[in-house]
C-alpha cells in the first residue's frame, strides 16, 4: 500500500512508462525522443497513499496498445482513499469484460474500491 503516508501528500516515484530511462520505450518518433509521462526526467510525481495500477499491472502502458494506460496516465501507479478492498465487479483485474480491453466501471481500472 501506499508507503504509509499522510493523505495528499506526494511522492517522487520511478516512471513506469519508460521504466526511468527518460526515453520513449517505443522509440516514436525517434529512438532519442523524450518520454511522455516524466518528459525525460524518468521520475514522476504521484499522491499518497499509492498503489499499482490493475489495469496495466503497474506497466503504464496500455494493455495490448502502445500507448500510454488510460488509468494512471502511464505513472503505473493510482491514488487510492483508503481502506479499501478488491473490487467486487472486477475481482481486481481493473479489466471490465469486454472485447476491447476497456477499464472496469466501477473501481475506474484501480482494482479497488473505497469502503
Known amino acids: 500500500?501506499?508507503?504509509n503516508a499522510a493523505p495528499g501528500k506526494w511522492a517522487?516515484?520511478?516512471?513506469?512508462?519508460?521504466r526511468g530511462h527518460g526515453k520513449d520505450p517505443f522509440g516514436v518518433p525517434s529512438p532519442k525522443s523524450k518520454c511522455c509521462?516524466?518528459?525525460?526526467?524518468?521520475?514522476?510525481?504521484v499522491r499518497e497513499p499509492y498503489i499499482p495500477c490493475a489495469f496495466c499491472?503497474?506497466?503504464?502502458?496500455?494493455?495490448?496498445?502502445?500507448?500510454?494506460?488510460?488509468v494512471?496516465?502511464?505513472?503505473?501507479?493510482?491514488?487510492?482513499r483508503e481502506p479499501v478492498q478488491t473490487c467486487p465487479a472486477c475481482g481486481g483485474t481493473g479489466r471490465?469484460?469486454?472485447?476491447?480491453?476497456?477499464?472496469c466501471t466501477t473501481c475506474?481500472?484501480?482494482?479497488?474500491v473505497s469502503l
Open 12 to 18: 517522487w516515484v520511478e516512471c513506469a512508462y519508460c
Open 96 to 103: 471490465a469484460e469486454s472485447e476491447y480491453d476497456l477499464p
Open 57 to 70: 499491472q503497474g506497466t503504464g502502458i496500455h494493455p495490448n496498445r502502445r500507448l500510454t494506460c488510460t
Open 108 to 112: 475506474g481500472g484501480k482494482g479497488t
Open 72 to 80: 494512471c496516465k502511464g505513472k503505473g501507479m493510482v491514488h487510492t
Open 37 to 45: 509521462v516524466c518528459g525525460g526526467k524518468a521520475i514522476v510525481r
Open 1 to 3: 500500500m501506499g508507503q
